[in-house]
């Protein structure tokens, strides 16, 4: 079998055995279950963002609470900040790029709602200064990063740091995360 191939396979599997052993990491994800069951149960929202891989993986998540996980039950309000392409080139050209999630956040969210922002370094400043926005509004914020947490570190009432260096491995890590989330916040919500 070709090396790179198994190298590949055995990183990814190391990365998520790290995650299995780390009792904190584990002890967050209930914790974060339980915020988004009151959030949602409230009335509140959970949005997403993140850039290029990672605002995939921000819509992809979204779309498992507003679509359905694995039941077939009423969606529940989620999204992804960059999915308005209008908005989102409107503000990138007459603003910054660094206020897309900011300025969208400040305009829709609420005291109770839920910011996950994913970001493998931990830097990308437009998902910073979303977390600063949602700070001054009483927004839980939900940070999934890569091993040193970054300028999110700080900024994050709920921190994933995947114990990983490498992009590819970050973000298997941060969809492994997501779906634990999904799944067991859909079950809690929708019970039986």
């Given amino acids: 079998m ?9 990183a990814s599997i190391n ?14 994800m209930e914790q974060v279950i339980d915020v988004m069951v009151a959030a949602f149960k409230a009335g509140n929202k959970v949005l997403f963002c993140g850039n290029g891989g990672s605002a995939a993986d921000a819509q992809h998540l979204a779309a498992e609470f507003s679509g359905r996980f694995y039941k077939n039950r009423p969606a ?20 910054s790029y660094d206020v897309i999630y900011s300025r969208l956040l400040d305009g829709i969210g609420v005291s109770g709602d839920v910011v996950v922002g994913l970001s ?9 200064k979303a977390f600063e926005t949602a700070r001054e509004k009483g927004i839980i914020t939900v940070g999934l990063t ?18 990983a260096t ?9 969809i492994l995360i997501g779906h634990i989330i999904c799944q ?4 809690k919500v929708f019970p039986g």
């Fill in 2 to 10: 070709n090396e790179t191939i198994v190298n590949i396979i055995e």
């Fill in 15 to 28: 990365t998520k055995q790290q995650i299995l052993a780390d009792a904190g990491m584990l002890a967050r």
């Fill in 76 to 95: 529940l309000p989620a999204e992804a900040l960059h999915c308005n392409t209008s908005y989102l080139t409107a503000v990138a050209n007459d603003y």
């Fill in 120 to 128: 493998t370094s931990g830097n990308s400043a437009n998902v910073v």
């Fill in 146 to 163: 890569g091993a040193n947490g970054g300028k999110m570190k700080p900024l994050s009432d709920y921190l994933f740091n995947v114990p």
């Fill in 166 to 174: 490498d992009t590819p491995r970050i973000q298997e890590s941060h």
């Fill in 184 to 187: 067991l916040v859909e079950a």
